[in-house]
């Protein structure tokens, strides 16, 4: 079946620019995860979905990301006023629900700030 | 920080058995451990989880001690295409950080020819 769905593959922008990176996550899934990865590093967690509860912002790195997902399906995760250190691949998870269920990762976002 | 602590690299020939250990020595009694791999450009793809028992799947087995303060994830007849970075995590389920993943550096497997 089709598995996290994440666009663009790839973006170049310059400094200063917003971004939007779009996840689409596995149908039925109620919890999303934002992760990110800068060159031969481990992942970062950045944020975290479960239905309608509040999500958990405790990884964000500043003010300049936030995230939303709509209709507890689509996600959009957003950089504004990008910096190089920005720079990074930027994966989403789902998983069925929160807790005992593994998750299930996209192939990410490779984001490039020039 | 990661709770885990795993060897930067190992090599394996291939058609063999790859056994990469972890050690997760400050686990709670609540935590599973989880192993995940990252092929390069991919996300990471789940293989195997167990709280302290033994476990099986097509992929892997996951071996935990005794007193559950390392495992070893054995991959029983390793191929070209199980070169990638595995990590060992440590997870609760329920409560906490509602079943966050923490990564690691992870171990970088390669498989020779």
């Known amino acids: 079946g089709a598995g996290v769905s994440q666009s663009p593959s790839n973006k170049v922008t310059e400094k200063g620019k917003d971004v939007e990176l779009r996840c689409d996550p596995i149908s039925g899934h109620t919890a999303l995860y934002w992760y990110r990865q800068s060159l031969g590093q481990g992942l970062e967690f950045l944020i975290y979905?479960?239905?309608?509860?509040?999500?958990?912002k405790s990884g964000l790195p500043s003010d300049r990301f936030s995230a939303e997902r709509t209709g507890g399906s689509v996600s959009t995760l957003t950089i504004q006023r990008t910096q190089q250190e920005d720079s990074a691949v930027y994966l989403c998870a789902s998983s069925p629900r929160t807790g005992d269920s593994p998750l299930h990762f996209g192939n990410g976002t490779r984001l490039t700030v020039t | 920080d990661a709770k885990t602590t795993q060897p930067p690299s190992m090599d394996c020939a291939e058609g063999r058995a790859a056994n990469l250990p972890c050690n997760h020595s400050t686990i709670s009694g609540n935590e599973y451990v989880y192993w995940y791999r990252q092929i390069h450009s991919q996300g990471p793809q789940y293989i195997i989880h167990g709280l302290k028992n033994n476990e099986t799947n097509e992929m892997a087995s996951l071996i935990i001690t005794e007193d559950r303060k390392s495992s070893t994830l054995i991959l029983p007849h390793a191929t070209l295409r199980d070169t990638a970075v595995y990590y060992c995590?440590?997870?609760?389920?329920?409560?906490?950080?509602?079943?966050?993943?923490?990564f690691g550096k992870g171990t970088k497997l390669s498989v020779k020819p």
């Open positions: 979905f479960q239905g309608n509860s509040a999500p958990d």
């Open positions: 995590i440590v997870r609760v389920h329920y409560g906490g950080s509602q079943g966050n993943l923490i």
